[in-house]
């Protein structure tokens, strides 16, 4: 229990508050730390019980980062992030000590990017779907454990009887259901989807994204869901946060920051996306110059003003905070702002 | 200017090209046939294992034997077929008048040598000129392809390029010969979607200055296919099933296949879908493929016969190709 969850939303399920996560770099003889890549760099947002949050951005901008922290699998440097428990209780997961975290993470899982390297190869999908019910539930029986596998492999489109088999029997598509299996063993509240879909083919990332939808709904989950691919992301999301260099610049409703996107690097971002559609007369591509900047030198201030059209000099001496836009909707961008 | 006006670039006849796995072969590519005009961006668009990257290494002879080889087929590229030359006079069409760039440019560029050192090497193997002159030549085609100060950075290394300026520097070595035609295999898979516009943008920007030079793209992502290609070949299990103009494709997709492929993809332009459309079951294995169309078993619409017998690639209307016994050209072969 937190002292300060007076404020914590009876609609809120996960509250990130200002969370900060920097890896130290080590050089030189005797490996002294010789600076800090600020991967994380003070992100805040909130999830709403059964909804999907899509977080957005480009390789290094902190997404993956961020999802981990929540889980603790990375050590968080600064922050707070609020996690509403099963049993009403709300926990500052930063502060949980490793044991405390252990029953915490049975109500968070996560699904990882690539079906291939995230499956033990050694083991039968039965065995890696009920390893958390062992660690979770130890006290559980082998054959009820076994009903329960049987009926998660069932619940993810896949049938019992697959349950002897090994992971190198399976394709892409259906070792993504196996790990959807097991991140829904232990029953969690919230799971974090790190590009699941992302290594599979066009024709099966429909079909595992339908089934994440399906889950949702029977089961109320909640998702952080992590990709690159804006087209899914819209589509499976209510809400969207646009991240950059390790700050959140832009979050908003999936359909307004598409349609209305208001800063200029979810602008920029949006209309680089190609579309499935040659006779579409698209708007004027908005196409960056040069390439993110390293996490490692990252530019002060608005760390997007080095490729940014609207840059003033202005931009470089504070970080721009999120400022609401509209209902649900705030940018990082004062000279948006002011503009209008 | 009509279809048959322009020139033929590359005619692919009936390509075969087998793999012994384990006792077995496995038919990666396996009756392929298709033709590349001057100056046009062709794209051959699949899902993992549908033959589309084997295509490409059939076409520069880069088939690793054993276990693959061709078993098959022609490769007439101006008029020339590529399978009756020598090794040595292949060597000379590649990088002359095919070039090719890859999908993960880290393991295509050398790391213990810098960018210049590769690209004049490229330059002199092929032009015999000398050692200023290809310095030249080489910035000249980092400045073309979009890196500052050039000249400086052609003493870099590989690994101090980010992903997007190692696939310009690739882009920039697989043109500094003006090839006819450049393979690009995935060219955008690996990068960001700002630097794939780039990219993209860069890969149009040069087919304009090079005059009548042609593009094969081979790529999974369909959006791709229709912000860049002219035409369009979608393949699937080892063969083509579709081959049309980019536009009529996304218009009014023939195959099965294609409209499955096209309607299960969101599209955040439009109304938005509660659910995407799906193609059920899973990509067949290339060592153990049906006998008749590879789409039956996946086919809402497939009959007894489909599973029988493997259709052929017929022309319904004029330059649309397109395997599948329903599909008449009249709105038979709806599927989705």
């Known amino acids: 229990m937190v002292n300060d969850s007076a404020d914590f939303g009876v609609d809120t399920l996960l509250d990130v508050r200002n969370v900060k996560i920097h890896y130290p770099i080590h050089g030189g003889v005797f490996l002294r730390r010789i600076g800090e ?39 968080v440097t600064d922050g707070e992030i609020l996690f509403r428990r099963k049993n009403g209780d709300v926990v500052d997961l930063v502060g949980l000590e490793r044991q405390a975290m252990r029953p915490v993470r049975a109500e968070i899982q996560m ?15 039965g065995d890696i779907i009920a390893e958390p019910l062992s660690v979770h539930s130890p006290d559980m029986k082998r054959a009820e454990r076994d009903e329960q596998v049987a009926w998660l492999l069932e619940k993810v489109g896949l049938t019992g009887e697959q349950a002897d088999r090994y992971p190198h029997e399976f394709s892409g598509g259906q070792r993504q259901r196996v790990g959807i299996a097991r991140a829904l063993a232990t029953r969690p509240r919230m799971v974090i989807a790190d590009e699941p879909v992302s290594a599979l083919d066009v024709s099966i990332q429909a079909q595992v994204v339908n089934l994440m939808q399906d889950l949702q709904e029977e089961f109320g989950l909640t998702y952080l869901f992590i990709a690159h ?86 931009c470089a001496e504070e970080m721009p ?20 | 200017m009509s279809r048959d006006d322009r020139q033929k670039l590359l005619e692919l006849r009936d390509l075969r090209t087998y793999f012994d796995v384990e006792g077995r072969t496995a038919k990666a590519v396996d009756g392929v046939s298709f033709d590349i005009y001057t100056n046009e961006v062709f794209g051959l668009v699949g899902e993992s294992g549908s033959g589309k990257s084997v295509t490409s290494l059939s076409i520069m002879r880069l088939i690793p034997n054993p276990p693959g080889r061709i078993e098959s087929g022609e490769i007439r590229f101006r008029g020339q077929n590529l399978l009756d030359l020598s090794f040595a006079e292949m060597r000379k069409i590649r990088g002359n008048d095919i070039s090719m760039i890859f999908q993960e440019p880290m393991t295509a560029l050398n790391p213990v040598f810098t960018i210049g050192y590769q690209l004049r090497e490229g330059i002199r193997y092929h032009s015999k000129c000398s050692k200023a002159e290809a310095e030249d030549r080489a910035t000249e085609m980092l400045d073309l392809v979009g890196i500052p100060d050039p000249r400086r950075r052609l003493k870099d290394y590989p690994h101090q390029f980010s992903g997007g300026m190692r696939q310009r520097a690739m882009i920039a070595m697989a043109l500094s ?53 002219d035409r369009v070949a979608v393949m699937y299990g080892g063969k083509i099933q579709e081959i049309s103009e980019v536009k009529a494709l996304f218009k009014t997709p023939l195959h099965p296949y294609t409209q499955g492929l096209l309607s299960s993809l969101p599209r955040p332009d439009k109304q938005k879908k509660t659910r995407l459309d799906t193609i059920p079951g899973i990509v067949p294995s290339i060592m153990s493929m049906p006998p008749g169309c590879k789409f039956a078993a996946r086919c809402p619409i497939a009959e007894p016969r489909c599973e029988r017998d493997e259709p052929e690639l017929r022309e319904i209307t004029p330059g649309r190709f397109c395997r599948c016994h329903l599909v008449d050209g009249k709105g038979g072969g709806r599927a989705w």
């Open chain 2, 177 to 229: 010969m003006e090839p006819g035609l450049l393979i690009a295999d995935e060219p955008t898979t690996a990068l960001d979607v700002t630097i794939q516009a780039q990219i993209l943008e860069l890969m149009l920007k040069v087919r304009e200055k090079t005059g009548d030079a042609s593009i094969l793209l081979i790529t999974h992502d369909l959006a791709v296919v229709a912000e860049t290609c």
């Open chain 1, 321 to 340: 905070v999120l400022q609401a836009v509209a209902m649900d909707h705030e940018v990082a961008c004062p000279i948006v702002l002011r503009k209008g």
């Open chain 1, 111 to 125: 699904i990882f990017q690539d079906p291939y390297s995230s499956l033990n190869p050694r083991w039968s999908v």
């Open chain 1, 229 to 314: 691919d804006l087209s899914i992301v819209e589509h499976i999301s209510h809400r969207i946060a646009v991240m950059y260099l390790g700050n959140i610049v832009e979050i908003g409703p999936a359909r307004t920051l598409y349609e209305e996107p208001v800063h200029p690097y979810t602008r920029a971002l949006l209309s680089a996306v190609p579309l499935p559609d040659p006779s579409l007369e698209r708007p004027e591509r908005m196409v960056l110059k040069g390439e993110v900047p390293s996490p490692l030198a990252k530019p002060s201030g608005c760390p997007f003003r080095t490729r940014c059209p609207l840059a003033e000099p202005s």
């Open chain 1, 37 to 75: 890549v600020k991967a994380v760099d003070g992100v805040s947002f909130t999830v709403k019980p059964g909804e999907t949050l899509g977080l957005v951005g480009e390789s290094g901008c902190g997404k993956t980062t961020m999802g981990k922290g929540v889980i603790r699998l990375v050590d």
